[in-house]
């Protein structure tokens, strides 16, 4: 059960794009489509940003958005805002357990 | 609106166990899972488990077997996280958080930091 693997940073200035991988492995990440992502500003709790892969929930805006080829994830923030700036984690259904990655610091530079 | 409101913080010491519960309000209890993630200071997020509060079937992330048990009550929709033999390295802000379809958790309490310390 090793978390999926993610970059440790990535940044972008706003109005930029930016985009987090998350790779796993066909057991994970490669094996269903339920990957989620979740935004976590620092003192506060996870916040569900994008589920199955490319579903956004309510309220989360058409800025995020989400893909899978083979055994990676990704999550693409376009046009960058200030309040992008957070850690942002990756998850993965793989059968009788679940994974995070081990996640990213995104910096709006 | 769907809460889950976690009880409060606690300082353990080692060797002790350590038992947080997550009130879960504003939907069908039985209607969705509750997971547990922890989350060590500085670190990143654990998957601890799953319980089913429909037919409490459950699973428990490898490291943490034989420490942890999950439980729910239906008749107050609260689940509870009991972590036995703490060491300094269960030491970590504990969450639960609402199961959907899926493995989605969509749901988060606020947290509760347990402490081990002598």
């Known amino acids: 059960q090793s978390a999926l693997t993610q970059p440790p940073s990535a940044s972008g200035s706003p109005g930029q794009s930016v985009t987090i991988s998350c790779t796993g492995t066909?057991?994970?990440?490669?094996?269903?489509?339920?990957v989620s992502w979740y935004q976590q500003h620092p003192g506060e709790a996870p916040k569900l940003m994008m589920y199955d892969v490319s579903k956004r929930p309510s309220g989360v805006p058409d800025r995020f958005s989400g893909s899978k080829s083979g055994n990676t994830a990704s999550l693409t923030v376009s046009g960058l805002q200030a309040e992008d700036e957070a850690d942002y984690y990756c998850?993965?259904?793989?059968?009788?357990?679940?994974?995070f990655g081990s996640g990213t610091k995104v910096t709006v530079l | 609106q769907v809460q889950l409101v976690q009880s409060g913080d606690e300082v353990k010491k080692p060797g002790a166990s350590v038992k947080v519960s997550c009130k879960a309000s504003?939907?069908?209890?039985?209607?969705?899972?509750i997971t547990w993630v922890r989350q060590a200071p500085g670190q990143g997020l654990e998957w601890m488990g799953w319980i089913s509060t429909y037919d409490d079937n459950m699973n428990y992330g490898q490291n943490l077997q034989g420490r942890l048990t999950m439980t729910t009550d239906t008749s107050t929709t609260t689940a509870y996280m009991e972590l036995r033999s703490l060491t300094s390295d269960d030491t970590a802000v504990y969450y639960c958080a609402r199961d959907a379809p899926g493995a989605t958790f969509d749901h988060w309490g606020q947290g509760t930091l347990v402490t081990v310390s002598t």
């Open positions: 066909s057991s994970d990440v490669g094996g269903y489509n339920y």
């Open positions: 504003g939907y069908s209890f039985t209607s969705y899972g």
């Open positions: 998850n993965s259904f793989a059968g009788t357990y679940n994974v």
